[in-house]
């Protein structure tokens, strides 16, 4: 903000009425030479094809005109049906240019590897896993646990040299998951980042893991442990020069081949692991890149990597970027130093998740919120760069670019020019906010890994926020009603089901989950509800078995939750909840009114049950008690709650807060509560 000081000193300064007359110069010359209005792909007031009319309501993508008659698109061109073929393209259309970028230290500049070399390098990794025992083609299963890297998209590209199916492990999963993964794929071989993923895995290893391939040095102590337990090690550039030896020659995939089993923790139980092929994957990238239209990845963007390549976001994008010759720079593996990569990295096309760009907003709002002078130039400055958008305008050399926003967009790198949002809902405040300050293209997206990543994306010139945009080629949707939760097709809600060529194949070695998510037509049946806005585009209001995302992407299943607090001795009721854009959770709770009044004398404290509930201590009591049971349960500390409001009333037919069978009736019990429920957010704010 030291521009934002240095302005207010001159036009406060003995020379105002000169700096004044240079804003008004500015002024006119800005409407003079003001940028042309870019037009939208199609009408914003007609976004989606209605398929079918009556209760299904199918809408399909202006990009897939044919999918009534169940055509979607899988593939541009001939040549480019499997992520195999679409990075040897982007090799050739780069003419062999820059292709995985990394730093060794948070003071160096990053390096590069071309294509080439990148191909050469994963080939002898691939070939080197042939070496080590593994058979090439869709029997053979390979591990991987890293953070971000380019020895990752070595792996990947080796296994896809060879047919081999690559199953990411990530550390949200725990070590009871990422075993349960590799003793269902049956995989014996893992390649695992450094000393301390290697240990998380020995502490549960199963019976058919035989080998590690380990990229960073392990410790002395880390080798003889694994060989204690029947297990070789084996370091990355070792098998890479083995695979070179051997020079296996290579085993091209299908597009009907499953490229990745990508495990989701999402619900309740042991991981459901999402069978990929290469048709889903490259379905789903080039329909988004058809929906970006000329603000699509090229030849000469760099992205940076940052977001999980264990999550099919992430993977999308950088396969996104390969397909056109494009660059992919690691961040350094500390999300507190990614300005530091970014303002090394310069990219120019950056994934993102709300809980970063809510925290850009947050830090703004607080650097400006001590002066009001600073507030009126920032709410100036955001009314101009709004009306810019309104009018189709986007850029980042304007006047209050120069003079408000400049610190902002250098410490995404200064040349930002597109940004895809997902994982989570972003707030329309912070969506606008975001647009103007970068004055880059900034679209959403929803989808699931079940469909790849995105199955709606909005387009360039859509101004409007709290939707996710229209289908995307590669999918239709319909909405199916959900009577329980009073959401109804033909009021233009009910659940989202979707069909077409980005769907999985189903849940590995698991028919009943895969049945009770794909129906006999096709159509798979996400869970989320959504309502249809009359131009055609998707919002997503609500979630079908109440499970939802925080702000970070972590799911929570509330009645997991509430099994576990509803132990406590002080607990009569309780009711979980959470919301998208937030990043925890509270609780709404009706205390066990014997327990509570008996501790209350005994620690000579008056009152009803009513007076009770407003007392902290007897707050303070429950909510530890809860906390307690939920540690020794095992829960995570985003599925534990943060604050709770008691309530001195049951849940109850009578109140309308219990079905006949006494189930929690959860959309209204969040609306009977809602003031409650916001007063806490605000406070945890």
């Not at 982007?90 to 240019?97: H, I, K, L, M, R």
């Not at 300050?437 to 360039?460: D, F, P, R, S």
């Amino acid at each position: 903000m030291d521009d934002m000081d240095n302005y207010l000193q001159y036009v406060g300064g003995p020379t105002g009425a000169i700096a004044l007359t240079g804003v008004a110069a500015a002024s006119a010359y800005y409407l003079a030479t003001r940028p042309a209005s870019e037009s939208p792909l199609f009408p914003l007031d007609e976004q989606t094809i209605l398929e079918k009319e009556g209760p299904d309501q199918i809408h399909v993508s202006r990009f897939s005109k044919d999918a009534k008659d169940g055509k979607f698109v899988s593939y541009l061109t001939e040549d480019c049906q499997t992520l195999y073929q679409t990075f040897r393209h982007g090799a050739y259309e780069s003419n062999n240019g820059q292709c995985l970028g990394w730093r060794d230290s948070l003071s160096s500049p990053y390096q590069w590897m071309n294509y080439n070399e990148a191909l050469l390098r994963a080939k002898n990794f691939g070939s080197g896993l042939l070496a080590l025992g593994l058979e090439p083609g869709q029997k053979t299963f390979v591990c991987i646990y890293s953070q971000n890297r380019p020895e990752w998209v070595l792996c990947e590209q080796g296994c896809y040299d060879y047919s081999l199916i690559l199953v990411p492990l990530y550390d949200t999963l725990g070590p009871d998951a990422c075993a349960f993964i590799v003793n269902q794929t049956e995989s014996t071989v893992v390649v695992v980042e450094d000393d301390k993923k290697v240990n998380l895995l020995l502490d549960k290893a199963p019976k058919n893991l035989k080998k590690l391939i380990v990229i960073k040095p392990l410790r002395p102590a880390t080798v003889q442990r694994a060989k204690n337990r029947g297990i070789d090690i084996h370091s990355f550039e070792e098998v890479e020069k083995l695979g070179a030896s051997k020079g296996f020659p290579e085993v091209p995939p299908k597009p009907s081949d499953i490229c990745t089993i990508c495990y989701t923790s999402g619900t309740t139980g042991n991981p459901k692991g999402v069978m990929l092929t290469h048709k889903n994957v490259l379905a789903c990238i080039v329909c988004v890149n058809m929906q970006l239209g000329e603000h699509k990845p090229r030849v000469g963007d760099v992205m940076i990597s940052f977001l999980p390549l264990a999550h099919m976001l992430e993977r999308a994008c950088e396969n996104s970027m390969f397909y056109v010759g494009g660059s992919v720079g690691y961040y350094s593996g500390d999300i507190k130093e990614l300005t530091n990569d970014l303002k090394a990295l310069k990219p120019t096309v950056m994934p993102a998740v709300p809980r970063l760009l809510n925290r850009v907003y947050d830090k703004i709002q607080n650097e400006i919120s001590s002066s009001p002078i600073k507030r009126m130039l920032f709410r100036m400055a955001l009314n101009s760069k709004e009306a810019e958008i309104r009018r189709g305008v986007i850029r980042r050399n304007s006047l209050w670019d120069k003079l408000v926003f400049r610190k902002v967009q250098e410490a995404f790198g200064g040349r930002l020019r597109l940004m895809v949002v997902g994982s989570a809902p972003l707030a329309g405040n912070v969506l606008t906010f975001v647009r103007c300050a970068l004055g880059c293209i900034v679209v959403e997206g929803y989808g699931q890994t079940e469909c790849v990543a995105a199955v709606t994306l909005t387009i360039q010139g859509d101004y409007m926020v709290e939707h996710v945009g229209p289908p995307i080629g590669c999918a239709c949707i319909k909405l199916v009603d959900v009577p329980e939760m009073e959401y109804y097709a033909a009021n233009q809600q009910g659940e989202v089901c979707i069909k077409g060529s980005c769907v999985f194949q189903g849940y590995y070695r698991d028919p009943e989950r895969t049945m009770q998510t794909i129906d006999s037509q096709g159509w798979h049946h996400t869970g989320d509800i959504g309502q249809w806005l009359s131009n055609g585009t998707l919002k997503i209001i609500d979630r079908k078995k109440h499970i939802f995302k925080l702000s970070q992407g972590e799911y929570i299943v509330p009645e997991k939750i509430e099994n576990i607090y509803i132990n406590s001795q002080y607990v009569e009721q309780v009711f979980v909840h959470g919301e998208s854009l937030k990043s925890c959770i509270v609780a709404i709770v009706v205390p066990d009114v014997e327990t509570i009044k008996a501790w209350a004398s005994a620690n000579n404290i008056p009152g009803t049950l009513t007076v009770l509930c407003n007392n902290p201590e007897v707050k303070h009591l429950i909510l530890s008690d809860m906390i307690s049971l939920g540690k020794d349960a095992g829960l995570k500390s985003f599925e534990q709650v943060k604050d709770i409001y008691l309530h001195p009333d049951p849940f109850s037919i009578q109140n309308q807060l219990l079905t006949p069978t006494f189930k929690s009736r959860r959309p209204q019990i969040r609306s009977y509560f809602k003031p409650q429920l916001d007063d806490m957010y605000k406070m945890l704010d």
